[in-house]
């Protein structure tokens, strides 16, 4: 029996993950944590039985409880409630799919207390990726991406050299406006940079996908997971959605990963890794497969992809200003408070401004978010 703990439990790849669950009668589930969705989060309890519940939301956590009473379950809240399920004693591994540089202290708690980990948060490496990675070898603790890039090239690495990696090969869709110029995007709404046209995914990886800012957070976390830097990790835009990535090797050889866009198939390969299990999902026909298409990604429009390779080419704290600034854009956006191209031109602010801190620590993170929120909200007052 596997012993699971679920941060996130209530959005996309937490929902996805217990799908997973429920098809595997030897895992079972020790932790959720979610926000403040306890509507679902009470069925899910009644349902996998953990035996600790986080509820950010400390004023939901104290409604939950009291719904929850007749159940042998421990109800926390806030930082400290995540931390606590986070580190659950019997959990073997925690799936972080919590939104939000909130991920980092949870994933080093989890490391901390030698969980394996399956890595659905990536701001967590965005930020943070010089304290993670150094930790989880330090602790002998396995990070196994969720990401389906990622996971795909996690898996075309199995078995093989990293020294010998000559470039990766990241796949984007190009995200529901692929091909359009500036001046098509002028007056984006909110409903048309969530229709994604292979994906179904929470609403603010969504609209990165839609910006390509998803796809320059991708490459950042790419440098840390498997140790190339930005200019050897080739953006390829791949509108199909079936080569989730590639990995060149210094023969020239090129491996990649296929399959249909399903995210439980990267879910449920952390969860097991290294053994495939059977799962019931759609699969790739080659024999209706009519072509595979390929092109670069316009860096002339969606200028977010640009601002992200620079911030992971410079490093230190400016990472953390590209993923805060986009954070809070993202949110301006879906409110209705911003234009759809202002999204990439707060971050352009916002990383201009900014003093890098070259070697950051979680503390040093936090504020230089929390600066990059108080610039916006200087600077686009709503």
Known sequence: MKKIAILGST???GTQTLEIVRANADLTVTALAAGSNITLLEQQA???HPSVVAVWDTEK???LAVKLKDLPVQVVSGMEGLLEAAAEPQAEIVVTAVVGMIGIRPTIAAIEAGKEIALANKETLVTAGHIIIPLAEKRGVGIYPVDSEHSAIFQCLNGENRKQIHKILLTASGGPFRGKKREELQNITPE???RHPNWSMGRKITIDSATMVNKGLEVIEAKWLFGVEPDRIQVVVQP???IHSMVEFEDGAVMAQLGTPDMKLPIQYALFYPDRRPM????VDFTALR???FSVPDLETFTGLALAYEAGRIGGSLPTVLNAANEKAVALFLDGKIRFLEIADIIADCMSAHRNIENPSVADILETEQETYERIGRRWPV
Request: glycine residues 4%; neutral net charge; charged residues 35%.
């Open 291 to 293: 072509s595979i298409d």
């Open 192 to 194: 048309q940079a969530l």
């Open 240 to 242: 199909q959605s079936l």
């Open 61 to 63: 956590a104290k409604e």
């Open 11 to 13: 959005g996309s790849i």
């Open 280 to 283: 019931d999902a759609k699969r």
């Open 46 to 48: 009644r349902e996998f």
